[in-house]
Each structure stands twice: as C-alpha cells, then as structure tokens.
C-alpha cells in the first residue's frame, strides 16, 4: 500500500510539474464524469440498504428480537428465521471443514510442488474456468452427485427427506466455493518471496519442511482473509440450494429427539438466503417487510464477517510488507 | 498471532456445528409464546389452532418419525398451519411442508416422496396411472373449497359479468394475439357468449402460471369443454402469452395497474385485497350472473368454486402412526379451523362428515 | 588405502533419513489427490449434465427446440426464446455495469487521491458481497415501482429491465476490479512519459493508459457477461415466468437459469424421466458450456492482445 502511493505520488509530481497549476476545465469535465460513475455505485448502494431497513424496521419495531428466535411459519406475524440462521451455519461450517482444508493442499501442491508442465498449467486453467461457472449449475452438480448418488444411492437415504439434508447441501456449497478457495490460496502462496524457499531449500530442509515452517506462516494472513471472504460468498448463496435440497416453505419442523447424525442426513434444513427468497414470492403484503428484515440480518450477518476479514487484511499487510 | 487466528477459525467451526446440532429447530419452544402474542394484535388468528393438546388421539410427545407434505401452494398455507399446530404437541415429528404446484406434487406424491400431497384439483387420470403403476395406495379427502375470482380493474367500468364462452373467448387457446378485449368479438359471437360484444380496449392480461393448480382449475372449468369441442383433443390450455406468474400478489398488481385488466386469483387472495380489485360476476348458466362470496361458493353456486383436497398416501399406514395422527388432527374442528385462518371457504357439515367417513374408511 | 577411503567417502550420501523422506512423499502424495479433485469436479459436472441432457434429446423431436414458446410441462422446449431473454437481460445488465464498472476503475487507477480510495474503493467491495436474492427483492421493491415505471408506466411488474438493471448492479464490481487490475499492471513509466510529451492528464488516461490495458478491460467485461449470463435469483424473482420470445424490455419472461429454476422449485424428481424435468440437465448443460466458451475466449484475449510493456 505504501508502496503504490509512492509510485502515484512521483507520477503525480510529474503531472503537476509539466502542467503547472493551468486548470483544464476538460479534464475536471472528465474527471467529474468518472467520478459520478464511482459515487453513482455508492449512491445505489446507500438506496438499496436504506429502501431495504425501512421496509424492515416495522417488522424490528413490533417484534424486535422475536423475529431472529422464532421458527417459520405461514402467519406472517410469528415467522421467523432462526431455522434459516440455523442451516446457514451448519452449511458454513461444513464449506469451512470441507473446502478449506481441500482448497489449501491443491493449492499448496499446485504452487510448491508441480512443476511447470501443460499438466499443471492445464489443472490451473481448469480451476480458473471452474470459478466462472454459474452456481445453478453446481446446484445440478449437487442434486446429481451428492443428493442422487451419495445419499440415496450409497446411504439408500428414501424416507423423510431422502437425502435432502445438510451434508448434501453444504458439500454442494463446498464444491462450489472450492476453485475460488484454490485460487486466492495460490495468489497468496505466489506472494512469499521465493528467497525464503531457496534459503530453507539450501541449509537442508525437505519440499515440505520449506512449506510448513517458512512459506505457510507467512502466507497464511493472506489465507486465511480470502477464505473468510469465500466463505461469506458462499453464506449468501441460494441458487444451488434450491436444487440440493433446501426446503422452500412455509414451515417445516425438525424432530426434537433428533441425534446430532439425525440432523445431518435425515433432517430438513433450509438456509437464510433460501428463506428470504421464499418471503420475497408470497402473495401477502406483510410479507414484504418480513423479506426485508430478513435481508437486513443477512447483510449484518455477512457484513460483519467481511469487515473481519478486510480488518484482518489491513492489520496483515502494515505487518508483512 | 497466526495460532490465533487458527484458534478463533477452529472455534467458529465448533460453534457452528455445536449451534446448529442443539438448536435447528430452536422455535419449537418459540410457538407457544408467540402465539400467545399473536392473540393481542391479530384480529383473526384463531389461537386454539395452536394449542391443539387435547384433541390428538393417540398422539402427544411420545411420536417420532417424519411427514412429508407436497403439493399446491394454494392449500399450503392450510396444511403449513395444521402442521405448526401439529408440531406444538408432537415436537418428535419432524414435519416438511411445500408448495412447488399441484402437478410438480403429484409427480412426487406417485414417486412416493410424498406423504401427503396438496391438490387444488382432483388427481388426473394420468397421474392415477403413475400412482398405480409405483404400488401407491392412496385417499382423496376433500377438506376447503375455494373459488377462482375472476378479476379486473376497479376502473373497469365496462364489464361485470363473463360467462364461460367469453372468459374463453378472451382467454382461450384461440385468443392468442387478441391484444384488445374487442379482438375477441368475432369469436365471441361463434360461442353465442353472453356478454359480447366487448369494448376496444387494450386487454392485459395477469393470470397464473401453468405449474399451478389455479391455472389447472381455470383451464378444466373454463376451456377444456369448449376446446375439445372446437379443436380436439390436447388443446385444453389458455392462450400463452400473457404476463404470468406464480405470485398472487404480483397478479393483483398487474390487475390494479391497468384500467382494462383481467385474470383470475383465489379467493383468498380476492378477499385480501378486496378494495382494489374488481370481481366479476360469472354465468354460470342456470341462475344467471353470481358474485363469488364465501356462501356461493360453499353451495357450489358460484361456478369457479373448486374443492381443495389432500392425498394421503395409504399404502403403509400400520407402520406410521405420526401419519395417523396428523391427519385426524388434520380432520379435527381445531385442525379444520385452519382452513378459514388462511382465507379460504368452510366445507358445510355434512362434507366435513363424508371426509372424516372416508379418512375412516380407508384407514380400516 | 586412506586415500581409497577419502575418494569412497567423498560421495556423501545427501538424500536423507528415510523416515523424513517418506514424509514427504506421503504430503506431496496427500496434496496432489487434492489438486486431482478440483479434475474430478469438472469431469462430474460434464457428467451430471450431459448423461440426462442426452436423455432429453432423445426423448423429444429436435424440432420442438426452436420457436412455440418455453412450456416445459406442456412438451413445447423453445430454446430460442430462453437464449433470446438472456441475451435482453445481459445486454442491459452490461450496458449499466460497463460504463460505470469502467468509469470507477478508470477514476480508481488513475485520478483518486489514496484518501479518496481508500473510502470508494470499499463501496464496490461492499456492493460484490450483496447476495443477489437481495439484488432480486430490490428490482421488485423499488427498481420496477420507482425506475421501470418512471419510464414506461405501462410496463409489466415482471420485466427484463428491472431483472438487467439488477443484475448490472451485481456485475459492476466484477467488471471495475478486473479492469482496475489490469490498469494498475501499466507500468507507471508510461504515464510519465507521457506527461512528458505534455499530453494532459485525461489524455493520459484515456488515450495512452486504457489502451495499454485494453486486453485485461476486454477479460473484464467478457467476465461481467459471463457472471449476467449464470445470474439466477435476480431473474427468477424479477424476470417473470413467460414462455413466449419477445423482445420488449417491459415485459418478462424466463432465462435460461430463470428457467432451471422455476423447474427446480417445482420438482426434484431425481430418478424421474419425465422430459419436462430433464429438461433441465439440458438447459444446464447449454449454460455451462456457454459459460465455459465465455471463460476461455476471455483468458485468450488476455494472452493474444496483452501489450509487451
């Protein structure tokens, strides 16, 4: 960051030096122009979350806290979205358990290991296109392999909600964030000066001991910031879910004597996005401000976690440079 | 600083899992008190739906297993409220209760996803023969009425009564393209419809979408006769292009924005939005023009009136007590009362008795 | 003999305890069955889609892909119209998201004081964290009732305007930071030079530094049409449901995702070959592999027209 504002400013002296203080009143026109574009992004996003909280402050004001703890229902005065948080952070757990430790080690064997070959070079441009595809399709992805095959085909899941259950749908989350958790963990594996790897490499230490005792730790601040920044990606994903198995109701109801094993494979489930998605279709006008403030706890949600994440990132990057 | 970072990760994983293991369905205890202040500010919830204790038999804490509901989103707010109710007292059940539409329930309900299958029109004869061919036994209970309330705008002052040959006029697979009600003059005058001719004015129409057994009801009331008749065979569906929609409150926009609409909702959604809509009366052939009401509609006088059922999946029912005991709650008073907190008709008792015999029936 | 001894232990033995060694194969062993499975992904996704879409194909004429209209469970598949629709939604979501994905990326790179960013540049952070649920409540909410009717009061409450509106809001982001990226890799050299030969500083910007960028600011927008192309929920609330082609913006109608969509909402008939359902597969496939051919073009642009610096 110094570094850059650096570079700017020396360009920047430059600029005033050969134009002096003459005032172009075409390049303020320019200027002006590019900049309106910028503050007009600023602007929708300020109208977007103002339309939104007004709508959802009548729903905040009457039931206040109720609305986060009580479960869905059909009357649109005791719904609520506790379920909906529920899901949501079992889902994110499991993307953390499953796509984080995956995403680190091939990107660590993409980076570290691999050689540069059309091999390498062919399972790096796989991952890049992997992360353009449209998450509908993963949700395909998700209802073929993991509600079809795994649950019901290897677990013979058929009752209930064959199959239909959390692990299905956070697998299918995982797979998708997967690419993405590969590619920032090998930007940052790239970032860490290469002399650091040569100097372990020289006073004897193996391929591995490189990488877990010098370029992991610095790395892992850049790390771990993108991947907290893909797993809110993910906590805010609704279209493969409606393929992999969420449930898209009104009200559903989880069986009190369920085990911890019961809730992960026979159990409906369904996530805050998909709830919010499902208010956002009902006919009733009261639903409008229950959508609303079901998205306002959403982006507190996702917003606190990113502000973490962009702190963190900060805090690192003053630390490392 | 880096192990910390590791350590707080590792501790929101936990966290998670832990959260979500004790407390999926953390709202069960929630229903209670938040019925009990539903009571204060809502005028029409009728709390003794939710506190249905004593009248489950054989019921109580003591069952387990899962029910699985599919079907009609127009019955789903019913069966999505005797299941809340349902879930209060038997907190061992878990309980799943959707909407995607009366046919995508049907395919489920004859695959045997289904327990119990939401309808808003009685099963086809296509899907009777999916059902037989899988093994599935099956009961047809007969539990609302609704009517299908023909709209236009409030401005509308032109129009106030359609009959069936007009609404197919206007409506039918022979009317696409007509962009004015006026358009439809000709054809109107070859079915001897009623009330033709109609004024030139632009015809918008918002109306639901085909996955949906409102749009189904419409077609087999409405179009099926007359397009056999006219067409053959497998030309039983509306003009296609119109702005459909699966959402009943975007339909009711539509119709309030334009000064000539017309399309058709519930009458739940009608009744919920009376004062900025416009109801037509429709012919119904012997006593003339009637208005849809909750008494036209109770006596089938009202024409669109269609019965609204569920389909309850007998094939194994000695194994599943938790089934058993929902749908007696479901056929019980408390459980019917349901039936009017979402908006819809009351059957008349003696309907109420012939669907309790024929739950009994099949359950022997 | 001391001399044999010194020759024969001359060539020290490097490699290593056997226990480290093996270690270490086992972790590379480890870590490359990871990287496999990012292969093993692709080749399930092309499975998934392509056995049922087969199935599809051979379950209906090919014929029935073109024109009458997408109505899946009435038999009649039009393609045309679900390709058409998209294409309505993408172009307007690009012509919102291109010119002020640029337009921030170019004042980001090359006019923004670091104060300055550092308090814009979170704005469009921010923006690209909205899940698009949202986006989708926000074109039904206030973008048709404020935006869409402002212009065209008669315009359906289900329309392609609102729906690309919405999704442009979603692309701008992507759009501004890859091309921010690829402006930021100009060496700062040629600006200076530039200044050098007086040229003012819009000019600068504009005429020598876009330019120079020009392949990354191509990758850019060909990914914002990629993500338009693959957006879902903003459709499936605020595009509508119809199946007829048209090319009106205010009316609606469903994408190609619009369409998975609305199939998935109502069925998940896995084991079922009812063509209506499969269709779906085939939809998904059509998607995945339009997607794909985007990707790639866009990675070759970069590497053909990347200016040497």
Known sequence: MTADTDVVTTTELVRQSIEGRRFSPFNALVAFALLFTLLSSVVILVTLLADTIAAALPVFATRGLDFVTASLSPRADSAGIWQAIMGSLALTGFVIAVAFPFGVAAAVYLEEYASDNRVTRFINANIRNLAGVPSIVYGILGLFLFVEILMRGVFGASEGIAGRNVVAGGLTLAVLVLPIMIITTSEALRAVPGGLREASLAVGATRWETIRHHVLPVAIPAILTGSVLTIARAFGESAPLLLAGAQLSLFFSVSSDASFADLMLTQPYTALPIVVFNFARQPQAEFVSLTAASIVVLLVMLLTVNAAAVLARDRYERRYR | ?364 | ?309
């Open chain 3, 1 to 309: 003999m001391a001399i044999v001894d010194q020759q024969r232990d001359s060539r020290i033995d490097l490699t290593g305890d056997v226990r480290r060694r093996r270690r270490e194969a086992v972790v590379k062993a480890l870590f490359f069955t990871a990287a496999a499975i990012s292969i093993l992904i692709s080749v399930a996704i092309v499975l998934a889609l392509i056995g049922k879409a087969w199935a599809f194909l051979n379950s209906i004429e090919l014929d029935q892909l073109w024109g009458n209209g997408w109505f899946p469970r009435r038999g009649r598949f039009d393609l045309s119209a679900l390709l058409v629709h998209t294409m309505m939604v993408t172009g307007i979501a690009m012509l919102v998201a291109v010119p002020f994905g640029l337009g921030s990326a170019i004042y980001l790179s090359e006019y923004a004081r670091s104060g300055v960013r550092r308090v814009l540049k979170p704005t469009l952070e921010i923006l690209a964290g909205i899940p698009s649920v949202v986006l989708g409540f926000f074109a039904l909410q206030f973008i048709t009732p404020n935006v869409v009717r402002g212009l065209y009061p008669g315009a359906q409450s289900a329309n392609f305007l609102a729906a690309g509106i919405a999704v442009g809001i979603l692309t701008i982001p992507l759009v501004a930071s890859v091309s921010e990226d690829a402006m930021r890799a100009v060496p700062y050299s040629l600006r200076e030079a530039s200044y050098g030969l007086g040229a003012k500083q819009w000019h600068t910007a504009l005429r020598v530094v876009f330019p120079a960028a020009i392949s990354g600011i191509i990758a850019a927008v060909i990914l914002g049409i990629s993500r338009a192309v693959g957006e879902t929920m903003v459709v499936a609330l605020a595009a509508g449901l119809n199946g007829i082609m048209t090319f009106n913006p205010t009316e609606g109608g469903l994408t190609m995702t619009g369409a998975i969509a609305n199939l998935a909402v109502g069925s998940d008939q896995v084991a079922g070959d009812v063509a209506a359902f499969q269709s779906l597969f085939f939809v998904g496939l059509v998607l995945f592999v339009l997607t794909l051919g985007l990707n790639v073009i866009s990675g070759r642009i970069v590497r053909r027209y990347r200016q040497r610096y």
């Open chain 2, 1 to 364: 600083m880096k192990s910390r970072i590791v350590r707080l990760l590792g501790l929101a994983v936990v966290l998670a899992l832990v959260a979500a293991a004790c407390d999926i369905d953390g709202g069960g205890d929630m229903t209670t008190t938040v019925a009990g202040a539903g009571t204060t500010s809502a005028p029409d919830t009728t709390e003794p739906s939710a506190e249905p204790t004593t009248s489950i038999e054989g019921g109580g804490v003591d069952l387990s297993g899962s029910i699985v509901v599919s079907g009609s989103s127009t019955v789903e707010p019913i069966t999505a409220r005797v299941g809340e109710a349902f879930d209060g007292a038997n907190p061992g059940v878990a309980t799943s209760v959707e909407g995607p539409g009366t046919g995508d329930g049907f395919a489920r309900f004859c695959a045997g996803e289904t327990d119990i299958s939401d309808a808003s029109r009685p099963i086809s004869e296509e899907e009777i023969a999916t059902c037989e061919g899988a093994g599935i036994s099956y009961v047809e209970l007969h539990i609302a009425t609704d009517g299908l309330t023909v709209l236009t705008s409030l401005e509308n002052e032109a129009v106030s009564c359609l009959g069936f040959t007009d609404l197919y006029a206007l409506l039918g697979p022979e009317s696409e393209g007509f962009a004015n009600w006026s358009d439809a003059n000709e054809l109107a005058a070859e079915l001897s419809a009623p009330n033709a001719p109609y004024p030139e004015e632009p015809l918008v129409i918002t109306a639901p979408g085909e996955e949906s057994g409102t749009y189904d009801t419409f077609v087999e009331f409405v179009i099926a006769d007359i397009s056999e008749e006219r067409l053959g065979e497998g030309n039983d569906f509306t003009r296609a292009d119109y702005n459909a929609s699966a959402n009943d409150n975007v339909i009711v926009q539509g119709i309030t924005e334009n000064p000539t609409s017309l399309g058709w909702v519930g009458f739940a959604f009608y009744e919920a939005n009376q004062d900025v809509l416009k109801a037509l009366e429709v012919d119904n052939g012997e006593s003339g023009c009637v208005t849809p009401t909750a008494e036209t509609i109770a006596s089938f006088e009202y024409p669109l009136s269609r019965p609204l059922f569920i389909y309850v999946n007998t094939s194994d029912l000695a194994n599943r007590p938790e089934l058993t005991a929902f749908v007696d709650y479901y056929l019980s008073d408390e459980g019917l009362a349901a039936v009017a907190d979402a908006g819809y008709v009351q059957l008349p008792a003696e309907d109420i008795g012939a669907t309790r015999a024929a739950w009994t029936g099949a359950m022997g």
